[in-house]
């Protein structure tokens, strides 16, 4: 495997979040996570086959086998083409890193896929938002009124500052592409079997654990940036943020999850949390935040801002470790 140094790295990473502000998800070549994903659902279909007269403890099993193989073949892959790519020249390997990086993170990917919700609002078009929010959460959005609309963007924004670039950045830091593509991995594994319905609660119940795992301390991370973030926008309360994930962020089902929804949701005065419907059925989940005012479609660009202000702390972070280090 090529190591790099810590100043190698950080100068990955921040080449990483530079390219992933400017370019976003790549359209060619096929993006790593669509990848990662058709080897899940091949895997998917090839292990489960028919699980009648299959124990819990079974079914189980077979899902961790899914795990560990989609770990490891993320791992293993992005060691051969960046070790490949370092062997041919060590700029190379560079800049092959630094992109396969970039691939992990989605700050600019989050950013559009919200601003596809707000403007349709904007427009007064509830029909469009509804559509752009179903591309984004697992809720019915058929009879989404303009501000659950809203409250469905800035959670999922909320909690991605979390998936979608802090956990990943922090990987990349300790084992730079292979062990951010790992971390991608098991979030994807997570994001498609890791659910607690009938048909992967026990199944899914390995990579819905793993990504807990991972996201851990990332989580609590992303609370105290988001706080500093809250301090650094105008009209944004960074105390309130901190009371709200330390009042708040422990009722999330999610262990990590209630951590960054709290945090926006405290600092910017709204209630994040509520009724949600999945195929129809009634579902309250954990309010977060107190609701000092009445959510509107502009907290979505709000909650973007917090999102970037995260992301340039953490290039400021970075950088500034690099140059201490020279």
Same mark, same amino acid.
């Given at each position: 495997?090529?190591?790099?140094?810590?100043?190698?790295?950080?100068?990955?990473?921040?080449?990483?979040?530079?390219?992933?502000?400017?370019?976003?998800?790549?359209?060619?070549? +096929?993006?790593?996570?669509?990848?990662?994903?058709?080897?899940?659902?091949?895997? #998917?279909?090839?292990?489960?086959?028919? #699980?009648?007269?299959?124990?819990?403890?079974?079914?189980?099993?077979?899902?961790?086998?899914?795990?560990?193989?989609?770990?490891?073949?993320?791992?293993?892959?992005?060691?051969?083409?960046?070790?490949?790519?370092?062997?041919?020249?060590?700029?190379?390997?560079?800049?092959?890193?630094?992109?396969?990086?970039?691939? +992990?993170?989605?700050?600019?990917?989050?950013?559009?896929?919200?601003?596809?919700?707000?403007?349709?609002?904007?427009?007064?078009?509830?029909?469009?938002?509804?559509?752009?929010?179903?591309?984004?959460?697992?809720?019915?959005?058929?009879?989404?009124?303009?501000?659950?609309?809203?409250?469905?963007?800035?959670?999922?924004?909320?909690?991605?500052?979390?998936?979608?670039?802090?956990?990943?950045?922090?990987?990349?830091?300790?084992?730079?592409?292979?062990?951010?593509?790992?971390?991608?991995?098991?979030?994807?594994?997570?994001?498609?079997?890791?659910?607690?319905?009938?048909?992967?609660?026990?199944?899914?119940?390995?990579?819905?654990?793993?990504?807990?795992?991972?996201?851990?301390?990332?989580?609590?991370?992303?609370?105290?940036?988001?706080?500093?973030?809250?301090?650094?926008?105008?009209? %944004?309360?960074?105390?309130?943020?901190?009371?709200?994930?330390?009042?708040?962020?422990?009722?999330?089902?999610?262990?990590?999850?209630?951590?960054?929804?709290?945090?926006?949701?405290?600092?910017?005065?709204?209630?994040?949390?509520?009724?949600?419907?999945?195929?129809?059925?009634?579902?309250?989940?954990?309010?977060?935040?107190?609701?000092?005012? +009445? %959510?509107?479609?502009?907290?979505?660009?709000?909650?973007?801002?917090?999102?970037?202000?995260?992301?340039?702390?953490?290039?400021?972070?970075?950088?500034?470790?690099?140059?201490?280090?020279?």
């Amino acid at each position: 495997m090529i190591f790099y140094s810590l100043q190698e790295t950080l100068l990955l990473i921040a080449a990483a979040i530079a390219i992933d502000w400017i370019i976003g998800d790549p359209k060619w070549p +096929t993006h790593p996570v669509i990848w990662i994903g058709r080897l899940i659902r091949m895997l #998917e279909k090839l292990l489960r086959g028919k #699980e009648e007269g299959r124990s819990a403890g079974q079914i189980k099993g077979t899902g961790m086998f899914l795990t560990a193989v989609i770990l490891l073949v993320s791992f293993g892959s992005m060691w051969g083409i960046t070790a490949a790519a370092a062997w041919i020249h060590p700029w190379l390997g560079y800049a092959v890193s630094a992109w396969y990086i970039s691939t +992990t993170i989605a700050v600019k990917g989050l950013k559009d896929a919200a601003m596809l919700v707000y403007r349709p609002l904007i427009a007064d078009n509830i029909g469009e938002a509804r559509k752009y929010v179903g591309y984004i959460v697992g809720r019915d959005t058929e009879h989404l009124t303009p501000s659950e609309a809203s409250r469905a963007a800035v959670e999922t924004v909320a909690e991605n500052t979390v998936d979608a670039f802090v956990s990943p950045i922090l990987f990349a830091l300790l084992g730079a592409a292979p062990l951010a593509m790992l971390y991608r991995a098991a979030n994807t594994l997570d994001s498609m079997v890791g659910y607690r319905n009938n048909t992967y609660v026990n199944f899914g119940w390995c990579s819905a654990r793993t990504d807990d795992v991972l996201n851990y301390v990332p989580a609590r991370i992303t609370g105290l940036m988001l706080t500093l973030a809250a301090l650094l926008n105008k009209g %944004m309360s960074a105390a309130r943020s901190w009371s709200s994930v330390r009042r708040f962020a422990r009722f999330h089902p999610s262990p990590n999850s209630g951590i960054p929804e709290s945090a926006v949701a405290g600092a910017l005065g709204i209630e994040l949390g509520g009724l949600n419907y999945y195929f129809g059925q009634p579902s309250e989940r954990a309010r977060m935040g107190w609701p000092l005012r +009445t %959510m509107v479609p502009y907290d979505i660009v709000l909650s973007v801002r917090l999102l970037y202000t995260v992301s340039i702390l953490m290039m400021a972070g970075v950088l500034g470790v690099w140059l201490c280090l020279r």
